[in-house]
Each structure stands twice: as structure tokens, then as C-alpha cells.
T-cell receptor
Framework: NAGVTQTPKFRILKIGQSMTLQCTQDMNHNYMYWYRQDPGMGLKLIYYSVGAGITDKGEVPNGYNVSRSTTEDFPLRLELAAPSQTSVYFC??????????FGPGTRLTVL | AQSVAQPEDQVNVAEGNPLTVKCTYSVSGNPYLFWYVQYPNRGLQFLLKYITGDNLVKGSYGFEAEFNKSQTSFHLKKPSALVSDSALYFCAVRGGSSNTGKLIFGQGTTLQVKP
């Protein structure tokens, strides 16, 4: 099993550009999550999903959007990138809402 | 509201000495508690969890954590630190009644083990 994979690993965006961060898991997990990690701030939940077709906002959803058309994939969309979205983004999944397993992260810089 | 506090930004220990990384929490209902470790430029790795049962939980790489309900704490411990244990450690909590699995993370504690 590859576990949770994320692409790209790094990305530099200009203000106002858009992009999609990809997340895929091959563990047949129902639950998936997107976090952002800022220095000294821990992880903040952006969006989560408890199954295909079901998504909900987390703590910091503004400026982001998600979809969950399949069990495996949970892409995160950034529209109109802003410098405040410079961060490291982590995707995670869990089988039943218990232990979460994390991907390697995407480091995003908005200039 | 649920919250997690890791009161130390950094913990320094000498190799071979015992280590403790502190965590306190606030949650309604019975807590589910987790510790994760993050090495530089990597994702978070699961170390251990407490859901119910014995208050002393054993996890990966020789780590253990003690659940203390009266003090609402879940401190991470290891009897003998290794230089390779140097990393960023996160405590996380979710309410036992949650059906979404959403975790609240502490801000993290950097563990520095010196030879």
C-alpha cells in the first residue's frame, strides 16, 4: 500500500492564481481530511469528508473548496491564491474516524 | 469547546535520559487522545493513542503516554532518549461522541536530544 499520497510536493503561485492539491489514499478509508500547518500554530482543519459525496467545513475553510467523488480521492482547490495561503498542506485519512494517517505534504508559497 | 495545550515549545534532554513531553486537553465527554511525530520535511506519523482501558499506553519506538483524567493530561514519555528521537511532537484530541473523527491539535513541541 502506498498509503496517502499528495501531489505536488512543492508549488509557487502568484497572487490570484488557482490550483488544485491532489490527495489519494489506497486504504479504502471512508474519512479524509485537509489540514494546513503554519509555524508554531499546529495543524488547522480546512475541510473533511466522511464518505464519497459528503464534505464539510473545518476550522479554516475560507479560500478553499473540496470535492469527494470517489472514496480514494479528495482534492483541495485554491481559488484566487493569497499570500495568507502560504503554508504546508497535509491530507489525512482514517477508516472509521479513529487514527488518522497523513500524506507527505505539499509546500505552497504564494508570492 | 475542545482544546489541546502543549505548554513547552521545546524540550531539551541528553541522550540516555528519560524524556517527557506534556499535553493537557479540554473536551466534552470521554476523550480520544493521540500523539504524532513529525520529522523535518515529512508528514505526521502516528505514535500512540488512548481511547479506553489502561491509563498507560505503549506505542511505537519505545514511547508511552499516561492518561490522567483528573488532571486532564496525556504526557508522552520515553525511559531513555535517543538522538534520533529529535523531532516535532503533536498531541491531538477528539471527543468520544464525535462521529466525524475531527482532531484538535496542540501547537507542537520540538524535542531536541543531544549526544
Amino acid at each position: 500500500n502506498a498509503g496517502v499520497t499528495q501531489t505536488p510536493k512543492f508549488r509557487i503561485l502568484k497572487i490570484g492564481q488557482s490550483m488544485t492539491l491532489q490527495c489519494t489514499q489506497d486504504m479504502n478509508h471512508n474519512y479524509m481530511y485537509w489540514y494546513r500547518q503554519d509555524p508554531g500554530m499546529g495543524l488547522k482543519l480546512i475541510y473533511y469528508s466522511v464518505g464519497a459525496g459528503i464534505t464539510d467545513k473545518g476550522e479554516v475553510p475560507n479560500g478553499y473548496n473540496v470535492s469527494r467523488s470517489t472514496t480514494e480521492d479528495f482534492p483541495l482547490r485554491l481559488e484566487l491564491a493569497a499570500p495568507s495561503q502560504t503554508s504546508v498542506y497535509f491530507c489525512a485519512s482514517s477508516y472509521s474516524g479513529d487514527t488518522q494517517y497523513f500524506g507527505p505534504g505539499t509546500r505552497l508559497t504564494v508570492l | 469547546a475542545q482544546s489541546v495545550a502543549q505548554p513547552e515549545d521545546q524540550v531539551n534532554v541528553a541522550e540516555g535520559n528519560p524524556l517527557t513531553v506534556k499535553c493537557t486537553y479540554s473536551v466534552s465527554g470521554n476523550p480520544y487522545l493521540f500523539w504524532y511525530v513529525q520529522y523535518p520535511n515529512r508528514g505526521l506519523q502516528f505514535l500512540l493513542k488512548y481511547i479506553t482501558g489502561d491509563n498507560l499506553v505503549k506505542g511505537s519506538y519505545g514511547f508511552e503516554a499516561e492518561f490522567n483524567k483528573s488532571q486532564t493530561s496525556f504526557h508522552l514519555k520515553k525511559p531513555s532518549a535517543l538522538v534520533s528521537d529529535s523531532a516535532l511532537y503533536f498531541c491531538a484530541v477528539r471527543g468520544g461522541s464525535s462521529n466525524t473523527g475531527k482532531l484538535i491539535f496542540g501547537q507542537g513541541t520540538t524535542l531536541q536530544v543531544k549526544p
